[in-house]
C-alpha cells in the first residue's frame, strides 16, 4: 500500500482536515510532521463540528493510530485540553491511539510572553501570530535551548533546563518592565505534566519504521500551507517550522523514499491569515461576501481571513517544490452563482512579466495581477455523485486550473461533510484504496 502525503499548497486553512478525515480509512497510521495547536483543522461530521489543533485527523477513525512526530511543539495544556474535549465527545484519545515523540519540542511558559514583546515590538510590521508561543519555542529549538518532551523522563535534566532557560530569558522581561520567571513553579507544573505526557512519549521513527515494515500505509499531514514554509514561503511573514513535503522527512525521522505521493490540498479561491502579501486580495464587498459564504474564521483564533481570487502563480510554485502529484480542490462550492471569476495567470513587476513565484515580500507586495475572466457556475454543487454531474462550467474551471498549476485534480469537495466529495477515480488509483475510503465514509 502506497503511503501519501497530504499538504496545503496556499497560504493554509485550504481544507486539509476533512480531506485527512476522508482519506483516513484506507490508512493504519496518519503521522502529522510539523507546526502546534495554532494550526486548526476543522472536521464536519453528520452536522457535528469538530476542530482538531495539535491531534491529527485520523483520530475520528477508531482502528487509526495518530502520530505527532518531532517536527512539532506541544503545549501540555493544550494537548491534554484537545484530547479532554475528544474524550467528552466519545473518541477514543488515549495512549493506543495517540503517540507523540520524544523529541518533540515542549512550549514553554516563557514562549508565549516572548511571542508577544516581539509582536508589539515590530508596531506596524508585526507578522500576526497567535501569540501561543510557537515561534519562540522553535527559536530555542534552533538555538538548542530547548526541552524537548523525551526531558520530561528526568526531573534533573529538566530542571536544569528550565533554570538555563529562566537565566536566559529574566533580562529580556526585565528590560519590558515584566515580572521575573518561577524556576520551581514551572518546574513543578511541568513535573506535572510529565506524569500525565510519559505514556503517549515513543520513539515516533521507529514506531513508523516498524509499522511500514509490517506493511501497514501512513497518511502524512502538513499543518500549515506550504506558502508559510520558514523557508520557502513568504519570509518572514511565515510559520516557524518546515511546511513543505521535505518537513515529513525530517519532522517524523522518516526516508523521503517513504513518501509514495503528494496530494496538495488547495481552495478554489485563495485565503490569507494575519500579515504578508497577497496579491489576489479583494478588499471590498466581494471579498467580505466570499469570507460569508466560505465561513472564513480561524478554526483556532477565530480570526477573520482574507479573501482573494485563485492564483495559479502561487499554486504552481507551490505543486513544484513540494512535488504534487494530484489536487484535492476544496470550497468551490462557495464561488456559486457569481457570474464571471477570474483567475491570476500571471503577475507584472515594474512593467516586467515574472515567469515564478517571488518569495521575496518587498516584490510580492508590489506585483500586478494579470486576470482571466472564466464563466462561473449558476448552481450549487451539493449533491453531485460523480465528476460527469459537475456543471459544464464548473469542469471548464478545473481544466483550466490544471492547465495553469500543471497538475491534475483528483478530489472535489463540494461541501464541509464527508460525503459532499467527488472522487475521480482515474486520478486517484495508485495512490488510494477507494474502497476502504468510501467504507470509511459510510461509516
Given at each position: ?9 496556499q497560504?493554509?486553512d485550504?481544507?486539509?482536515g476533512?480531506?485527512v478525515?476522508?482519506?483516513s ?6 503521522a502529522?510532521y510539523q ?5 486548526g483543522h ?6 457535528k ?5 495539535l ?5 475520528l477513525?477508531p ?6 512526530g ?5 503545549s501540555?495544556s ?7 474535549d ?10 493506543s491511539r495517540?503517540a ?21 515590538r ?6 500576526g ?5 510557537i515561534?519562540p ?9 530547548g ?10 535534566v529538566?530542571?536544569e ?7 536566559a530569558?529574566?533580562?529580556?522581561f ?7 520567571l518561577?524556576?520551581e513553579?514551572?518546574?513543578r ?15 515516533v521513527?521507529?514506531l513508523?519504521?516498524e ?8 497518511l502524512?499531514?502538513?499543518a500549515?500551507g ?9 519570509y ?5 517550522s518546515s ?6 522527512a ?6 523521503p ?5 503528494v496530494?496538495g ?5 485563495t485565503?490569507?491569515?494575519g500579515?504578508g502579501?497577497f496579491?489576489t486580495e479583494l ?5 467580505r461576501t466570499i469570507?460569508a459564504?466560505g ?18 502563480v502561487?499554486?504552481?510554485y ?9 489536487i484535492a ?13 477570474p ?29 482571466r475572466?472564466?464563466p ?6 451539493h449533491g ?8 459544464r ?5 478545473i ?12 478530489v472535489?469537495?463540494?461541501?464541509v ?7 475521480i ?19
Open positions: 500500500m502506497a503511503n501519501l502525503l497530504v499538504l496545503g499548497t497560504w493554509g485550504e481544507g486539509k476533512k480531506i478525515d476522508l482519506l480509512p484506507a490508512f493504519d497510521v496518519v502529522r507546526g502546534g495547536h495554532n494550526a476543522t472536521v464536519c461530521v453528520r452536522g463540528k469538530i476542530v482538531l489543533h491531534i491529527p485527523s485520523g483520530i477513525h482502528g487509526t493510530l495518530c502520530v505527532i518531532n517536527g512539532l511543539v506541544i501540555p493544550a494537548f491534554f485540553k484537545e484530547t479532554g475528544l474524550e467528552a465527545q466519545g473518541i477514543g484519545v488515549g495512549p495517540v507523540v515523540s520524544r523529541g518533540a519540542h515542549l512550549i514553554m511558559p516563557w514562549h508565549p510572553l516572548v511571542e508577544r514583546v516581539s509582536e508589539e515590530r508596531g506596524a510590521k508585526k507578522i501570530t497567535t501569540c501561543r508561543g515561534g519555542a522553535y527559536e530555542d529549538k534552533a538555538a538548542r535551548l526541552v524537548r518532551a523525551g526531558d520530561l523522563a528526568d526531573l534533573r529538566l530542571r533546563k528550565i533554570a538555563e532557560n529562566v537565566a530569558k529574566d533580562p529580556i526585565r528590560a519590558f518592565g515584566l515580572p521575573p518561577d524556576a513553579s514551572i518546574c507544573e511541568y513535573a506535572g505534566w510529565a506524569e500525565k505526557l510519559g505514556p503517549y512519549l515513543r520513539d521513527s521507529e513508523l519504521h509499522r511500514m515494515k509490517r506493511g501497514e500505509s501512513v502524512f499531514e502538513g500549515q506550504a506558502l508559510l514554509d520558514v523557508d520557502h514561503g513568504t518572514p511573514y511565515v510559520t516557524s511546511a513543505t513535503a521535505g518537513g515529513a525530517t519532522g517524523l525521522g522518516v526516508g523514499k517513504t513518501i509514495h505521493g496530494l490540498i488547495t481552495k478554489a479561491y485565503t490569507r491569515v500579515s502579501p496579491p478588499r471590498d464587498e466581494l471579498g469570507a459564504r465561513d472564513e474564521f480561524g478554526a483556532t483564533t477565530g480570526r477573520p481571513r482574507r479573501c482573494g481570487w485563485f492564483d495559479a502561487a499554486v504552481r507551490s505543486c513544484r517544490i513540494n512535488g504534487v502529484d494530484r480542490l476544496t470550497k468551490p462550492d462557495v464561488l456559486a452563482g457569481l457570474g464571471h471569476i483567475v491570476c495567470t500571471g503577475y507584472s513587476y515594474k512593467g516586467e512579466i515574472l515567469k515564478s513565484f517571488p518569495t521575496e515580500p518587498w516584490v510580492l507586495d508590489e506585483v500586478v495581477p494579470e486576470y475572466s472564466l462561473g457556475w449558476p448552481d450549487s454543487l453531485a455523485a460523480d465528476f460527469e454531474s459537475l456543471p462550467t464548473f469542469v471548464d474551471y481544466r483550466v486550473l490544471e492547465d495553469l498549476v500543471e497538475t491534475r485534480v483528483a472535489v469537495s463540494t461541501g461533510e464527508r460525503g459532499e466529495t467527488v472522487l477515480e482515474s486520478e486517484l488509483r495508485g495512490f488510494v484504496d477507494l474502497a476502504r475510503v468510501r467504507a470509511g465514509s459510510a461509516a
